[in-house]
């Protein structure tokens, strides 16, 4: 079947099972931004935005995303730009296989509540797992993220 | 999961009516989970164009969709504060953001999860479910019956309460399901649910009756209700815990939240 | 110190965090094969018949592959130094498969759909073989897990295969049982730890195509390139000419990709269809089909005297290595080397025990590698007998353990698989580590505990240490290469999987060239690109990578230099370099860098300046630490809250501060999911009940409040620019330190991992029980 998908801006048409996954659609069609981590939920690391709010790709069937607005990371560039520069600051980089999706649920964050304090952060971000960093880093990052006004 | 047919109904009649005519077809809610269980289907019935995200706020009561999302039921304002926010507190305890965007109130309600936390907050609020054919039933007697119907749920309708309310799941890590879960209102009345017992929730009727039969609440009679919910409660053993700490954690929570909602 | 020991953004954030083309899928060609393997639905059993006939019909299946199709060629799958003290007893399929989720056969097929419908289709007969599935009794038992004739050992490991043990290990100094019973005080407690998971968030991933030169080019998301390359050659009979490895970015390792696991089928898909191929393990799969830690039984007896003198130390260790020996002898030798040799003043001590099979998931390389196992058993021992004396346990460790300029008699007899590598402890920085962490823990204020009236806090500690590389084995090399416009080419063995080794050698090249890191491109791990390295593992790239490149940039500086003599018309001693122009220090005449590297690029006696330069570790300094957990614990239901945990680390220099915190913070965490969180559950048929994230729990940022992480001032001569390993010791001391909090809570002893909470319910009820 046809769908629609306006992704990141971007109106493209894309032909697709009925049951595939907005993730592996994504990748055949070289978002290689978004990636497999556990194929059940559990892990955040499939996250695109469906309308600016942060799904898991990995359970979302793709016919069911008929003209919605998707989001990937290529799609916050500047956002990115500085979610990264702070990471780099607070050396929360490591392996980096997680990196977009948590931009990306930043982001969404940041639009929902910009003044989250860091245990609205951890709330917001708990279904993001990280095996790399031990999470503290990433806050004090994401804190002064949100707190940049430029 | 295999799909042989993907159907966007038009109306709740063509979602009950492919449903209950073919076998080997489903509804899909969230889909969140649905791969996880199911290996195939032939027709797969969205309820994307029923209309049935929303959530309306009447005098009384809340009406909230069954495509509603969690996370949209967790973030309403009457919701937040009704019985302590003993709902969105559920709700919030649930996985992460992520999921609860795409899961449903709904699909969690169809879906009976054994471990739901959902179900237990439902029970104690004064709520009752919505089908397209049954019409009307409460949680409890939905969650009685042998089998899930095969109806459409349209809408939950749950009465605004000002009471107190507790909420309280213990799980391994923030992402686990529940090893237990307890939910208590006490509006007019108490009303007290046990969920994940690892059974689904259900209410602790006797408990909730001794309760109400008291003018007074203290450290006595709590003692003794408590003593009647471990009694009422049938508690058991899987993977994530056992009878026997359940027990205690029944025992532990229970006297804490109902010291909670009498403050 | 400019670069080194700085604040240097990790060079490759940016561009991972953007979403840029990284990692291994992100390589795999667009109309590839899929290669999906059946697994095996019993713990152990013998393939009789394959009825695939069906599948074969498909169309789209290109072939299926059995047992039959390869020839009998044992290898290991772990990616160690050749040749492997694991034993050879793999075969790339086999007519027997001896855990649930062994590799049965292979479909390869146009499409994973048509993969999964091949597998449906194919009818396999079994016989059904009784399995040995309690590591306590697999020694010796009457079931044979590996029956079969070829399977065998490099070298002596102590492989008895038909009496289910996969290797052996026995050392003692002096006479522990004299020792012992001249003891005033003697304990003796049995521990056990579990198979923990790695949970690298990207699953094993593997792709390969023939490229224009009909040679076999494989991305894999592996720690170890270049053993990768020579396993399959092994493996397939394949050139090793004819193989080219390229690492990507790795997502995540933790060990678990020191092995090959998809690549040796989709290199034999690839190399016999020369069709390009691709495999990626399911999240199921990395859980139940790749591998763990290896599980242990580890019995510790300490004897001390009555003035609080350890003067003996008896370690017996079973480890569980499952259906296969990757990493057996060397994950156990290390629970007794890079453990025991903390407590350096003893009269005896004594190392021994099996590692054996089972028919569970195998067990191989994880972070910690044996030693976060004999770290528990020790650390918590040392606290019972502690306890026992009553004497302070900090006390205690101030006089048993090792102190700097002293050594262990250990370090000669206990090496990786073979004998080890005298040496004395030029940097040991423990005392210092337990000063200042008692002090961020606040350790007199809240030892052992303080009640209220629903919970109770208390603290715990344990120290560590672990090694820097396996000195005489392990090599890494790097070439660096001068280019016009004056900047440089780094090309390394080196993996970077993650942890930052790619910003840290380029800091370490930039450093002694004097340059700034943007001036420094590195590639890293590319079997036709980069010189060899053993690969990241043994905590061995900083200090033996980094002492490469540290060895290749000053080499290269002395031909620039060279250069800038000939240019300057001068010798050498009298040309200054800073790092951007070069003087001559007598005519004060000078030429920048960049004007010399054109030149000698372009007009003038025409050269390419590059250095390849090699490091062998002759010793493997241990990085130190001491570790404290505060802990708050509910009294009805004993939950605990981790409310703090103090890291004081002497890891050397830190040649990049934030990642060096950031490799403890999160060793800290992983350990802590050891101690705490994770939970391995079997069902009584040998199968992995706990083999997804939803059934197995991993520490989630809630559940970590608060991390205090901070190194000691420390220098070690050997290491570049005074560095020592990182990657490793962190993991080592949550399980004791958590076991020690909670009988400092609650009076009692939990001494197997995880340590739950209903554990420790069930514990306390077995002892009122028994009252």
């Keep these: 079947m046809k769908i629609n998908l306006k992704i990141n801006g971007q109106s493209r048409q894309f032909l697709i099972e009925p049951n595939e996954y907005l993730l592996d659609v994504l990748r055949r069609n070289d978002y290689l931004s978004v990636r497999r981590g556990c194929d059940n939920t559990s892990c955040g690391v499939c996250t695109v935005l469906i309308d600016n709010k942060p799904v898991p790709s990995c359970s979302v069937l793709a016919a069911r995303c008929e003209n919605k607005e998707i989001t990937t990371v290529e799609g916050i560039e500047t956002e990115v730009e500085k979610l990264a520069k702070y990471f780099g600051e607070l050396g929360a980089d490591q392996c980096g296989y997680c990196n977009p999706s948590m931009a990306l649920t930043v982001y969404s964050l940041k639009l929902e509540n910009r003044n989250a304090n860091i245990e609205e952060v951890k709330e917001y971000l708990v279904g993001n797992l990280c095996r790399c960093t031990g999470y503290v880093a990433q806050h004090e990052a994401i804190m002064k993220y949100l707190g940049d006004e430029s | ?263 | 110190m400019k670069v080194v020991n700085n604040l240097t953004h990790s060079i490759d954030g940016m561009g991972i965090m953007k979403g840029r083309k990284a990692f291994t899928d992100d390589f795999a060609e667009k109309d590839t094969l899929i290669v999906k393997v059946m697994r095996s639905p019993y713990a152990y059993a013998r393939i009789l018949k394959i009825d695939d006939s069906e599948a074969r019909k498909l169309a789209g299946i290109e072939m299926v592959l059995t047992h039959k199709d390869f020839k009998r060629i044992p290898f290991t799958r772990a990616g160690q130094g050749y040749p492997e003290p694991s034993p050879h007893d793999k075969f790339v399929l086999d007519e027997y498969v001896r855990y649930i989720g062994d590799e049965v056969l292979a479909v390869v097929g146009r499409s994973d759909e048509i993969c999964d419908k091949a597998l449906s289709l194919i009818k396999v007969e079994y016989e059904v073989l009784e399995p040995v599935l309690d590591f306590e009794t697999a020694k010796d038992n009457p079931i044979v897990i590996h029956p079969e004739n070829e399977i065998h050992e490099m070298f002596d490991i102590g492989f008895k295969p038909k009496r289910n043990i996969a290797a052996s290990y026995a050392m003692e100094i002096g006479d522990v049982k004299k020792t012992l019973s001249e003891c005033d005080y003697v304990i003796k407690e049995t521990f056990y730890t579990q198979a923990q998971a790695h949970v690298m968030l990207e699953p094993h991933t593997v792709n390969a195509r023939m490229d224009y030169q009909n040679r076999l080019c494989i991305y894999s998301a592996t720690q170890t390139p270049f053993h990768v390359r020579r396993i399959i050659s092994q493996g397939l009979e394949i050139p090793l000419s004819k193989i080219r490895v390229i690492k990507p970015r790795v997502g995540g390792g933790f060990g678990g990709k020191q092995a090959i696991h998809g690549e040796m089928l989709v290199a034999y898909v690839t190399y016999k269809t020369n069709k390009p191929a691709k495999m990626i393990y399911s999240r199921k799969e990395v859980f139940e089909s790749s591998y763990s830690r290896h599980p242990m039984r580890i019995e510790m007896t300490l004897g001390a005297d009555k003035n609080g003198k350890l003067k003996a130390i008896n370690c017996e260790g079973l480890s569980d290595t499952g259906a296969y020996g990757e990493h057996a002898l060397t994950v156990f030798m290390v629970t007794g080397s890079k453990v025991l040799p903390l407590y350096n003043k003893v009269d005896s001590v004594r190392f021994a025990g099996d590692i054996v099979y089972t028919n569970h998931t195998p067990a191989g390389a994880f972070r910690g590698y044996g030693a976060i196992q004999g770290n528990f058993a020790l650390e918590s021992a040392v606290d019972i007998l502690c306890e026992k004396m009553k004497m302070d346990p900090i006390l205690f460790r101030q006089i048993n353990m090792m102190k700097e300029k002293e050594t262990s008699p250990i370090f000669a007899i206990m090496g990786e698989g073979t004998a080890g590598t005298a040496m004395i402890m030029e940097t040991c920085k423990l005392e210092e580590c337990i000063e200042k962490g008692m002090d961020l823990i606040g350790w007199k204020d809240k030892y052992p505990r303080i009640e209220s009236k629903d919970k109770i806090k208390s603290v715990g500690m344990a120290i560590a240490m672990q090694g820097s590389g396996i000195p005489y084995i392990d090599m890494g090399s790097a070439t660096i290469k001068l280019n016009d416009d004056g900047f440089y080419n780094l090309m390394v063995g080196a993996t970077e999987i993650g942890q930052g080794s790619d910003t840290v050698l380029t800091q370490i090249a930039a450093e002694e060239l004097m340059t700034t890191v943007d001036k420094v491109v590195i590639y890293s791990s590319d079997t036709d690109l980069t010189p060899f390295d053993v690969g990241a593992y043994a905590s061995s790239t900083t200090y033996i990578s980094g002492n490469a490149v540290w060895k290749a940039a000053k080499e290269l500086k002395k031909q620039m230099i060279v250069e800038a003599a000939r240019i300057l018309k001068t010798e050498i001693e009298n040309i200054d370099f800073d790092g951007k122009t070069f003087t001559n220090e007598i005519s004060n005449e000078k030429i920048t860098l960049v004007d010399l590297s054109n030149q000698i690029t372009y007009s003038h006696e025409q050269k390419q300046l590059q250095v390849t330069s090699s490091y062998v570790g002759h010793k493997s300094p241990p990085p130190f630490m001491a570790g404290f957990i505060e802990i708050e614990i509910d009294k009805a239901t004993y939950e605990i809250d981790i409310l703090n945990y103090v890291s004081v680390v002497d890891c050397g220099t830190t040649i990049n501060p934030m990642l060096a915190k950031g490799q403890v913070d999160g060793a800290i965490v992983q350990g802590l999911g050891m101690a705490h969180f994770e939970e391995v559950i079997y069902g009584a048929n040998g199968k992995l009940i706990s083999s997804d994230l939803l059934n197995y729990k991993i520490p989630t940022r809630l559940d970590i409040k608060k991390l205090t992480t901070v190194f000691v001032d420390s220098y070690e001569e050997t290491g570049p620019f005074g560095a020592k390993s990182v990657g490793e010791i962190g993991i080592d001391t949550p399980p004791a330190a958590l076991a020690n909090a909670v009988a400092n809570a609650l009076g009692i002893r939990i001494t197997s991992l995880p340590i739950t909470s209903e554990k420790i319910f069930k514990e306390i009820r077995r002892i009122n029980d028994e009252k």
């Design chain 2, 1 to 263: 999961m295999e799909v042989k047919e993907l159907i966007r109904a038009k109306d709740a009649l063509e979602a009950y009516t492919l449903l209950n005519e073919f076998k080997g077809s489903k509804v899909m809610a969230g889909g969140a989970w649905m791969k996880l269980s199911v290996k195939s289907v032939d027709k797969l019935i969205l309820l994307d164009d029923l209309n049935l995200d929303y959530i309306k706020e009447e005098n009384e009561f809340l009406e909230i969709g069954a495509m509603t999302s969690l996370r949209t039921i967790e973030m309403h304002p009457a919701i937040k504060s009704m019985n302590s926010g003993i709902l969105a507190k559920a709700i919030k305890s649930i996985m992460g953001v992520q999921v609860r965007n795409i899961a449903t109130i709904g699909g969690s309600v169809m879906g009976r999860f054994a471990f739901s936390d959902l179900l237990g907050a439902l029970l104690v609020l004064d709520c009752r479910l919505y089908f397209h054919d049954l019409q009307e039933i409460t949680v409890f007697d939905f969650l009685q019956m042998p089998k899930v119907p095969s109806d459409i749920l349209l809408n939950i309708k749950i009465k605004k309460t000002a009471g107190k309310g507790y909420f309280h799941k213990v799980s391994k890590t923030h992402l686990d399901f529940s090893l237990l879960n307890i939910a208590i209102t006490k509006n007019e009345l108490f009303r007290i649910a046990i969920g994940s017992r690892p059974q689904t929730a259900t209410l602790a009727i006797n408990t909730a009756n001794f309760l109400n039969s008291q003018s007074e609440i203290n450290e006595e009679t709590i003692k003794k209700a408590v003593e009647i919910a471990c009694d009422e409660i049938k508690v058991s053993t899987n993977l994530r815990a056992s009878k026997e700490y359940r027990e205690v954690l029944l025992k532990t929570y229970l006297t804490r939240g109902l010291e909670e909602v009498i403050k």
